[in-house]
């Protein structure tokens, strides 16, 4: 299927690595512009390198902190008019309802909730003026299933989805729809950190940690960002038009819901 999107330009956040990545490559796959984000330069510039050399298309790298205000101006200001916009950041950290205060709350606000809320400022007044536009936040299986111990994510992405729900509806007269991507457990590195600690607290090895987590997975398997990837391209594509304000669940099944 041609999605429709060759030749526009997309704003990929955190994308050096994991999600971020298999969004950007599968958006450059269907002949999408990217500018791609993440924090860590080296890392950055390969992936940029990478996805040039094998999509052919236009790559800017731009190495900042996208939770800052500081890193949010200098990628805005890199990427100019974008047609699509995917938010994305490393998550917060695990503990229990105890350990956090008031500073843990803010620095997750800003990362998971405030971060991908002001990108959305930014970039959707061009594509409302442009009539057409999308937007796809990366957020978590935890707004639909609490995580227990990834309480500072469940509060700040149920928060951005609240955004998200009302917003959403307020743009898409103009063309420009906003959904975001859930996932569940997927094979990044984000997971390799979550397994580690599992795996530590559990006194198992990580190898065990995975294998358990894999388990409790009806498709038996940890996602990939390929997978990822090509279910944002279709949200980005020209056959998305219709689908607004949506929270889509890529979990293999994991959460056991009629609905
Ligand atoms: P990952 O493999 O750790 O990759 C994170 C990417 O984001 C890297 O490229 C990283 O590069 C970049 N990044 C992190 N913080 C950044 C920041 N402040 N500014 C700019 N770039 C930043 O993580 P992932 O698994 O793809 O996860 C992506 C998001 O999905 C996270 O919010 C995570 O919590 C959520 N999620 C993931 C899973 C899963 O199973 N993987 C499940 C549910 C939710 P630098 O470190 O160089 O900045």
């Known amino acids: 299927m041609d999605m429709g999107i060759r030749g526009k330009r997309a704003l990929v956040c955190a994308s050096s690595k994991g999600l971020g990545r298999g969004c950007a490559e599968a958006l450059a796959a269907e002949g999408v512009d990217l500018i791609l984000n993440a924090r860590g330069a080296e890392?950055?510039?390969?992936?940029a390198e990478e996805?040039?050399?094998?999509?052919?298309?236009?790559?800017?790298?731009?190495?900042?902190?996208?939770?800052?205000e500081d890193g949010r101006t200098k990628v805005l200001e890199a990427a100019g008019?974008?047609?699509?916009l995917v938010t994305n950041a490393g998550g917060p950290p695990p503990g229990m309802w105890t350990d956090w205060?008031?500073?843990?709350?803010?620095?997750?606000?800003?990362?998971?909730?405030?971060?991908?809320?002001?990108?959305?400022?930014?970039?959707?007044?061009?594509?409302?003026e442009k009539g057409w536009g999308r937007v796809v936040n990366i957020t978590s299986q935890s707004v639909k299933a609490p995580i227990a111990v990834l309480g500072l994510s469940n509060s700040a992405r149920a928060g951005l989805t609240g955004f998200?729900?009302?917003?959403?509806?307020?743009?898409?007269?103009?063309?420009?729809?906003?959904?975001?991507?859930?996932?569940g457990i997927h094979a990044t590195d984000r997971a390799d950190a979550l397994d580690g600690g599992a795996a530590k607290q559990q006194g198992i090895s990580l190898d065990e940690a995975r294998a358990k987590r894999a388990a409790t997975v009806p498709v038996g398997?940890?996602?990939?960002a390929q997978e990822f990837g090509a279910t944002c391209a279709f949200l980005c594509s020209a056959h998305g038009g219709y689908i607004v304000g949506q929270n889509i669940l890529l979990d293999g099944g994991a959460m056991n819901a009629t609905l």
């Open 43 to 47: 890392a950055l510039e390969a992936t």
């Open 164 to 183: 998200v729900a009302g917003t959403a509806r307020q743009v898409a007269g103009k063309g420009v729809t906003i959904n975001n991507l859930l996932p």
């Open 221 to 224: 398997r940890y996602g990939t």
């Open 51 to 68: 996805i040039r050399s094998t999509f052919g298309v236009n790559v800017t790298a731009v190495a900042a902190d996208i939770t800052t």
């Open 101 to 128: 205060s008031r500073e843990d709350f803010i620095k997750a606000l800003d990362a998971n909730m405030l971060t991908p809320i002001a990108l959305m400022q930014a970039c959707l007044p061009k594509m409302m």
């Open 81 to 84: 008019d974008v047609d699509i």
